[in-house]
């Protein structure tokens, strides 16, 4: 069974950019959920998307957005690009919508924001 | 929003010896997961405990779920250089996303 994949691995953006990172579940999970982590610190919730819908939202802008596909995978956009968005994004998919103890997170995007 | 705060922020130990770290909140919380994150990868889950006064060990690591929910603690015995990386608390409330401490860089001198 494959895990979480996310692509680009790493990514360079200009300051007011627009950006997309992908994310593909782990075969068998429908609910994908996303992640900044900035450098030193944890993971911060941005939010959880399933069967397609937003599902729960942490406290960012309306400028993160995203979507699932209905196989499941998804993307995360961020418009008009701030040098705070420098960070670590992180996918994670699991089984159900609120099992996050079946959380299987990719290895993530590094987005540098200059 | 919660504030989850851990402790020590990075240790340094010989090859062996005992670890141990915990993760205290100003919030209640109904499920205590702890991860570990080596460098360009995400968190790997450890172990996760749902109950208050739960403890539970998985090989050499073992944690608590603390009475009040509001805490957790983390051991890892006899440790050894792959135990290297920095490790996450987090809670869960009954909503669906996690909340996680600002992590404890552990290295181990061989």
């Known amino acids: 069974e494959t895990g979480v994949t996310q692509s680009p691995t790493h990514l360079i953006k200009t300051r007011g950019q627009q950006v997309t990172l992908r994310c593909s579940s782990q075969s068998g999970h429908n609910t994908v959920s996303w992640y900044q982590q900035a450098l030193g610190q944890g993971p911060q919730f941005i939010f959880q998307y399933y069967r397609e819908e937003e599902n729960g939202r942490g406290n960012f802008p309306p400028r993160f957005s995203g979507l699932q596909f209905p196989n499941y995978s998804s993307e995360l956009n961020v418009n008009a690009l701030e040098l705070d968005d420098s960070a670590l994004y992180l996918c994670?998919?699991?089984?159900?919508?609120?099992?996050?103890?079946?959380?299987?997170f990719g290895s993530g995007t590094r987005l540098t924001v200059v | 929003g919660q504030q989850l705060n851990q402790s020590p922020q990075s240790m340094f130990i010989q090859e062996g010896e005992d670890v141990s770290m915990n993760c205290t909140s100003s919030?209640?919380?109904?499920?205590w997961l702890w991860y570990k994150q080596d460098p360009g990868e995400g968190p790997v889950l450890l172990i996760a405990l749902y109950k208050a006064g739960e403890l539970t060990s998985n090989g050499r690591l073992t944690a608590q779920f603390g009475i009040t929910r509001k805490d957790s603690f983390l051991n890892i015995s006899a440790s050894i250089p792959s135990d290297v990386g920095i490790y996450f608390c987090?809670?869960?409330?009954?909503?669906?996303?996690?909340?996680f401490g600002t992590g404890t860089r552990l290295t181990v001198i061989p």
């Open positions: 994670a998919s699991s089984p159900y919508q609120r099992q996050t103890y079946g959380y299987t």
């Open positions: 919030s209640i919380f109904n499920t």
């Open positions: 987090a809670g869960q409330t009954g909503a669906n996303n996690l909340f």
